[in-house]
């Protein structure tokens, strides 16, 4: 290493080993018991038996189902390592080595000569440089060698080191034999975290080998792209593409200045992401790509902010804080941590969540324990087991204080005992004690983060005398020889925050210190639809208000007072609205807390006089004739009110688009479903459609009879439309019942939300 390169690791933050790090707030203490419970409660021959098939044994035990009965079966293995590991830093607990020991074992005798060891068969790579259909095998053997990795450093297991460099082996033998062309189409395909992995395997095996297929799997072309400060994010999978940065990160920390070009585009993707493809909790992503930078109103959706990312932000986030010091990045690490990370768990299961949604009217949904295995599953776990993992850094004699929550810190590199007690947002105070565990005095400079939300000065108090604030790079610094006893007394004062998003800026969100606050908005209907595979969605087949009017006050003059229109009751941490349409209703609590209702983080703040309260009056007349008029009606792609009538269908599937249940067939398929009608009125058909859908054409027919040919425009928005077709006599021939069915022309279509037979409405 060069004498610059030394200077440059010498300058970056070191972390605290976890068990160094305990948490004692209840709250996240409950986080962490509810995940060590779900490990627990594994059947790891469940787990490993993928791999015992995949080399010719017989398995101990049946797979699990969801995920890991497909193609990515063995991805939460690698993930249930890395928690395990984890979990095994913090606690010591010999029953979870004993687990992660039978783990390695069996996966020492699943290993091929060649150092293959995947749930999965080795063809699967094959198909993605051929160019066949495969799920991601790469990806998946990412989180394996991820895993073992973390085994490795948390047990010193010389087992699962030699599985892992032997399967990196395998990795440098095959990359080896890639071709430009052939390296361009495999890097097509989602690989994870691979170029990331294989750096922090050369770091142990010291083999240039494993240095080498690493350098395979770093997309240069991207990263010369966002290093010049490009935008080209649009259109790409946000959990593909994040990882990548990672590990292009990864080569600089690994080889130093010779690489800084590296962690120059790493930098300018964070920029990218977090300043134009962000939310106020720290999550991104609409159906798990990026779209346009600065449109996010737009992109507001039951499926936005996959969690996964989130887990990935925030590695990359911790990793550029350690080598530059930057107040911003421990800014968004304490956003996405609470809002995003904290939030997504389900504190009286310990279930986790996939999507995270934005738009107002939905719901969080969970993953069951042993049914989906999501990824976000896998990354949950790995979450809730290093919640105490960036609190505190450190280099030499400098400590940094990152995050104001309650714990005990066990500096034992500098003999010292820190406790800090911290009950933000309820109280603004937090209180450091200071102890030297050999009873000398210790020198020792304090950084201590003076968050964004601030508002107001910030109150120091050393030993009960105040203390003149000394503030510099946005960090209150405190350099003295300390004393075993010594308390620091800090207030850091909160006011409520309103946060507006770029396409439209009457669209706010609420926040208190760095929580962000969301409405409860009951709990009717809470039906969970699908999408994309196994995943759950939430629905929204009500109307929901997502605007508030201010009452005698402009929008902008009610935004540019918040603090006095979003009022924190004495008592609790509740907050009500002033000066409102919706002062006595909507009661706004911190989100990650809200876990039963449907909920809403972001409102339109408008006029009294506005065209969304036109539309949303509006609506609710149309609602109330509707179901006056209705003679019979199905929940189009709900199972149970399908069957009801009679659903019948070729090539059809089910699923939810936008909060909307939605029934679709391909070309070669059909649907249809029996439903009342009156033989002695008028009689219409209401359906509802999907613009995403455009340029299609949907045939329906009456008993067989063409009814109508509906084609929907070229252009593609996100909005749903209904359309009314009179059914005639002679189609009805008397009848109280008809078949409808419903056949896509020329390409996949379907029908949403609620489809209906109906007297025309009379106003």
């Known amino acids: 290493m060069s004498t610059r390169e030394e200077a440059v690791k010498s300058h ?59 193609e990515i079966r063995g991805h939460t293995l690698g993930h249930y390592m890395s928690a395990c590991a984890q979990a095994y830093e913090q606690t010591s607990d010999p029953a979870m080595l004993e687990k992660l020991t039978y783990i390695i074992s069996e996966l020492k005798v699943c290993q091929f000569e060649s150092g293959y060891l995947s749930a999965f068969p080795e063809s699967l790579i094959d198909n993605v440089e051929k ?123 690994t080889l130093g200045e010779s690489e800084k070009f590296y962690l120059e585009a790493a930098k300018k993707f964070w920029d990218i992401v977090v300043y134009h493809h962000t939310y106020m909790t720290g999550g991104n992503s609409e159906s798990e790509h990026f779209g346009e930078p600065d449109i996010l109103d737009a992109r507001r959706t039951d499926i936005t902010c996959e969690t996964c990312n989130s887990y990935n932000m925030l590695k990359l986030t911790r990793e550029l804080f350690k080598l530059t010091r930057e107040k911003k990045y421990a800014d968004y690490y304490e956003t996405s941590y609470i809002n995003a990370i904290l939030s997504s768990q389900n504190p009286e299961t310990g279930m986790t969540m996939y999507f995270q949604p934005m738009a107002t009217g939905y719901f969080k949904i969970y993953s069951s324990p042993f049914e989906h295995f999501w990824c976000c ?78 508002q107001g000065e910030i109150s120091v108090l050393l030993n009960g005398k105040r203390l003149e604030p000394q503030i510099c790079n946005d960090y209150l610094e405190v350099e003295r020889v300390w004393h075993s006893g010594d308390v620091l007394d800090l207030v850091l004062p909160m006011k409520v925050l309103a946060c507006r998003l770029p396409d439209n800026p009457a669209a706010v969100g609420f926040q208190y210190g760095p929580f962000v606050l969301s409405a409860a908005l009951g709990i009717e209907d809470m039906t969970l639809s ?44 509740e907050f009500r609205l002033k000066n409102t349409d919706e002062d006595e209703r909507l009661i706004f609590t911190p989100h990650y807390k809200q876990h039963k209702e449907r909920y809403g983080i972001y409102w339109n703040i408008v006029e009294n006089d506005s065209e969304e309260l036109r539309r949303h009056l509006e609506l609710g007349r149309l609602e109330v004739l509707t179901k006056e008029a209705t003679i019979d009606s199905v929940q189009v792609g709900n199972d149970q009110y399908e069957l009801q009538h009679e659903i019948k269908g070729v090539n059809t599937f089910s699923g939810a688009w936008d909060g909307q249940n939605g029934r679709l067939a391909n070309e070669e398929g059909w649907f249809s479903y029996t439903l009342a009608v009156d033989p002695d009125d008028v009689n219409v058909l209401q359906v509802t459609y999907f613009l995403i859908n455009h340029n299609r054409a949907m045939n329906i027919y009456v008993n067989d009879q063409l009814l109508a040919r509906e084609e929907t425009g070229y252009e593609r928005r996100r909005e749903f439309v209904t359309k009314e077709y009179q059914i005639t006599q002679g189609m009805i021939n008397k009848s109280s019942q008809v078949v409808v069915k419903f056949k896509p022309e020329a390409d996949l279509n379907g029908i949403y939300g609620v489809l209906r037979t109906m007297r025309p409405i009379r106003n």
């Open 377 to 454: 599953t896998g990354t949950g776990m790995e979450s809730f087991t290093k919640l105490n993992d960036s609190i505190y850094f450190y280099n030499d004699n400098e400590l940094y204080v990152n995050q104001f929550i309650s714990s005990r810190l066990d500096y034992v590199q500098k003999n010292i005992r820190i406790t800090q007690t911290a009950s933000i947002p309820e109280r603004d105070d937090v209180q450091f004690i200071i102890e030297t565990t050999d009873g000398r005095d210790q020198a020792m400079k304090l950084y201590i983060r003076v968050p964004h939300w601030i």
């Open 530 to 573: 699908s999408t994309g595979i196994m995943v759950q969605v939430p629905t929204k087949r009500m109307r929901v208000k997502d605007f508030i009017i201010p009452n005698g006050i402009t929008p902008k003059e009610w935004i540019q007072s918040i603090e006095e229109h979003v009022v924190k009751d004495e008592n609790r941490m």
């Open 131 to 253: 160019r066949q259909p495969a799920w991601v095998p790469w990806y998946t053997i990412h989180k394996l060698i991820a895993g073992l990795i973390a085994v490795y450093h948390a047990t010193e297991s010389a087992d699962a080191k030699e599985v892992v460099c032997k399967l990196g082996d395998w990795v440098a033998a095959r990359t080896s034999r890639w071709s430009q062309e052939l390296q361009t189409t495999v890097l097509a395909v989602e690989y994870g975290g691979m170029n990331d992995c294989l750096y922090d395997l050369y770091k142990i095996s010291a083999d240039p080998q494993h240095l080498e297929a690493a350098h395979k799997f770093d997309e240069i072309p991207l990263f010369e792209a966002i290093a010049q400060g490009v935008d080209i994010l649009k259109g790409k999978h946000a959990n593909t593409t994040i990882p990548k940065f990672l590990g292009a990160l990864n080569r600089y920390r």
């Open 12 to 70: 970056v933050l070191q972390d605290f080993r976890l068990d160094q790090v305990c948490l004692t707030r209840e709250y996240y203490a409950n986080a962490f018991a509810k995940e060590l419970h779900y490990l627990h409660s594994y059947d790891l021959d469940r787990l490993l038996a993928g791999f015992r098939e995949t080399c010719g044994l017989t398995p101990k035990a049946a797979k699990y189902p969801g995920w890991e009965n497909t």
